[in-house]
């Protein structure tokens, strides 16, 4: 079982080579820029998206993604799962469900109301996995 933890300005090169295989299969580019802010976000205690990685033998093999916000519909904020990666060379051994299950646990320990994710409609593996830890929605995204 893969050891998820906090993401650290160390494991930069690892993050990066895993962010850019994400970015891939979703097919995205993204300014050099913008990943250096991600990135720095990310290892900041005090600001949002925070980022957890799952390790195995001193190795990071995925990371996910996470932030909270308000919302209408509850008096508690809610986590928005905002991206989630596994390597290839790494899927089915267990590290995607341990780092949503991370994310559940940072999100009882905030008292967040709901966990919610999206994905794309061809990731049928992600999907797989996603079903047996969470209930699908009639929700359609619409983006401008």
Not at 65 to 85: A, Q
Not at 96 to 105: D, K, N, P, S
């Amino acid at each position: 079982m893969p050891n998820v933890r906090a993401l650290s300005s160390n494991d930069r090169p690892q993050w990066d080579s895993l962010w850019t295989g994400y970015l891939r299969f979703y097919r995205k580019r993204l300014s050099p820029e913008i990943t250096n802010a991600t990135f720095a976000r990310l290892v900041d205690p005090t600001q949002q998206p925070h980022g957890l990685v799952a390790e195995v033998n001193g190795s990071l093999v995925g990371f996910v993604h996470y932030l909270f916000h308000p919302t209408t519909w509850s008096l508690t904020e809610i986590c928005y799962l905002e991206d989630l990666f596994v390597d290839t060379t790494a899927r089915g051994a267990g590290a995607g469900r341990a780092l949503i299950e991370a994310v559940y646990a940072a999100a009882d320990r905030s008292k967040a109301s709901v966990v919610y994710w999206m994905t794309q409609e061809f990731n049928a593996d992600g999907r797989a996995l996603y079903d047996t830890l969470a209930r699908r929605t009639s929700f359609i995204r619409y983006e401008r």
